[in-house]
């Protein structure tokens, strides 16, 4: 049974920093390609961005430049790191597992197999 994780949710100051982290239980994190999404109250689920099989990463625009995601294969841990956040960075953050391959660019319309449980992100101004 292939569980994930989140935590490091919170509530931050607007240009805080916030680290999410998504632990992959059942299966080694590498297996998977690995995304992050988020949704805001009465908005749809947003990509957020993800980190492929190899250690590729890719990101949505609006969080380009802000958002690292990174991967710990010896915690079986996905970590997305969130700087200089914004109100509209405000959400629920899921992290999502996908076993088969797809190219990265198309990771952000892909279905994904696993979802974790989602931890809220609170900006304030």
């Known amino acids: 049974q292939v569980q994930l994780v989140e935590s490091g949710g919170g509530l931050v100051q607007v240009g805080g920093s916030l680290r999410l982290s998504c632990t992959v239980s059942?299966?080694?994190?590498?297996?998977?390609?690995m995304g992050w999404f988020r949704q805001a109250p009465g908005k749809e689920r947003e990509y957020v961005g993800a980190?492929?099989?190899?250690?590729?990463?890719y990101y949505a625009d609006s969080v380009k430049g802000r958002f690292t995601i990174s991967r710990d294969d010896a915690k079986n841990t996905v970590y997305l790191q969130m700087n200089s956040l914004k109100p509209e960075d405000t959400a629920v953050y899921y992290c999502?597992?996908?076993?088969?391959?797809?190219?990265?660019?198309?990771?952000?319309?892909?279905?994904?197999?696993?979802w974790g449980q989602g931890t809220q992100v609170t900006v304030s101004s």
């Open positions: 999502a597992a996908r076993q088969s391959w797809t190219t990265g660019q198309t990771l952000g319309r892909v279905a994904y197999d696993y």
């Open positions: 059942g299966r080694t994190v590498s297996t998977y390609a």
């Open positions: 980190i492929a099989w190899r250690g590729t990463t």
